[in-house]
DNA sequence: TGTACATCAGTGAACGCGCGTTCACTGATGTAC
DNA sequence: TGTACATCAGTGAACGCGCGTTCACTGATGTAC
C-alpha cells in the first residue's frame, strides 16, 4: 500500500474517498452482495481496517452509501421531472428518468431496492432513507388524479417500474419493447395518461 | 458424518436427495446467494465433495435446481388457473397463483428471477427454462384481449407481478394495500378486465 | 526560536469463517468363476 | 456353495480464496512550552 496520506485534520477525505470508491464499485458489474467492505477498501486504495477509521462496520457503511444512493435517484428523478410544466408530463418524465437510473446504474439500484440492506434496518417505513423518494412519486401522481387513490395508485406504478427495471436485467435475452412504450402502457393503465407518440 | 449409505445401484437417490435439500434451503429467509454447493450438502447431510458424484460443479446443481423449481412454479399457477371456466377468471387465477408463489417461496422465486442463475446461461430466452412459463401467460392475456398485442401486453404484466412480489419482501414495511387488490389493479389497467369484488 | 509531546492517519499481522474444488482413500456389496 | 474381485457410494484431508473484524503499532505534524 504506497498511497500518500492525507494531510492532518482532512481525516474526512477517507470517509469520502471510501463512499466515492463504493459508488464506483457500484457501476460495475453485479456481483450477489453488492458491496463488500474489503472491496471497498481495495476501491479506495487504502488497507480494509481503514474503513473502521470513518465507519462502526460494515452495516455502517453500507447505510452511508445507500443515502448517497437515494439522494442521487432522487436527483436525477427531479431533474427530468422539473423541465415540464403538464402534470402528466411531470410524471412520465418522472417515471422514465426513475427507471432509466435503475438501468444505467444496476450496481446502486439494487443496493437500494434489491437487498435487504434498506428497509429492514428496525425502521418504519416513514422514517426510511427512501420515504422521501416515494412522497414525491405520490405528489406526482395526485396532480394528475386528485387524492383520493394517489397512495395506492402510486405504489402500483412503482412496483410496475420495479419490475420492469429489474427484469430487464436478470432476464437480458428477453424481448423486452422499448423502455418507453412499457412505461407508458403502465402509466396508461394506472393513471389514466396517454403516452405521447 | 454419520449418515446410513444409500444401497448399491441406489446412487441416484442422494441426487435427489441433494436436490430436496436445496429447496428445502430455499424455503429459509433469504441470504444474498441463494444457494451455496456446501449448504446443499449440508443440508442433505452429506460432505461437500458427494456433490461432484452427481454434478459437474455448483453450476450444473443450480441449474438443476432452477428446472425444478420453474416446474414447481408452473404447477401451482396452472392447478389454480384450471379451476375457472371464463377466460379473464382464468387469467387472474394464474396472476394470482404467480405472485403467491412468489410471496410464499422467495427463496425460489429469488433464485429463478433475481439472480443471473437463470436467463444469463448462454441460453436464448426461447430455449430457457422459464420460457414455458411466460408462452403460457401469454396465452391466457391473447384468450382476454385477442392475439394482436398480447405478447407485448403479457410482458407488461409480467413485470408488473414482479414488481408487487419483489418490492413486497425487500420493502416490507411498507404499506402494501391487499395482494389481490395490487394484482386486480395490474389487470384491471393494462388487460381490461375489471377485479371481482 | 527550539523542542518535547499529544494527536492523528493509516498500516502489519493475524483471527476464524464459509466458499468451491481436487485427490486419494475406505469399505460395503453384487457378480463371475 | 464358497471366494476373489470389480464396482460403487461416500469420506478425509487439504488447497487457496475472500470475507469481517481486532489489536498493536508507525510515523508525520501541529501545538504548547
Not at 69 to 88: I, K, N, P, T, Y
Not at 133 to 161: H, K, N, P
Request: with cysteine.
Amino acid at each position: 500500500m504506497t498511497r500518500v496520506r492525507n494531510p492532518r485534520g482532512h481525516g474526512q477525505l477517507l470517509r469520502d474517498a471510501l463512499l466515492d470508491a463504493a459508488l464506483r464499485l457500484l457501476l460495475k458489474p453485479i456481483t450477489e452482495e453488492p458491496l463488500s467492505l474489503r472491496a471497498v477498501a481495495r476501491e479506495a486504495g487504502v488497507v480494509p481496517q481503514s474503513v473502521y477509521l470513518h465507519f462502526a462496520d460494515k452495516e455502517a457503511l453500507v447505510r452511508a452509501v445507500v443515502e448517497r444512493c437515494f439522494a442521487e435517484l432522487l436527483r436525477a428523478a427531479e431533474a427530468a421531472a422539473e423541465s415540464h410544466g403538464d402534470a402528466a408530463d411531470r410524471l412520465r418524465a418522472w417515471c422514465l428518468a426513475y427507471c432509466q437510473f435503475g438501468l444505467a446504474q444496476p450496481g446502486q439500484y439494487a443496493l437500494l431496492f434489491e437487498t435487504r440492506a434498506t428497509g429492514q434496518m428496525g425502521l418504519t417505513f416513514s422514517e426510511s432513507p427512501g420515504a422521501a423518494v416515494y412522497a414525491r412519486l405520490v405528489a406526482l401522481v395526485e396532480a394528475c388524479i386528485g387524492d383520493g387513490d394517489a397512495f395506492d395508485a402510486a405504489s402500483t406504478v412503482w412496483t410496475a417500474q420495479h419490475g420492469i427495471v429489474t427484469l430487464r436485467r436478470t432476464k437480458p435475452g428477453f424481448p423486452w419493447p422499448p423502455l418507453e412504450r412499457q412505461v407508458d402502457r403502465v402509466l396508461n393503465g394506472l393513471v389514466g395518461i396517454s403516452g405521447e407518440f
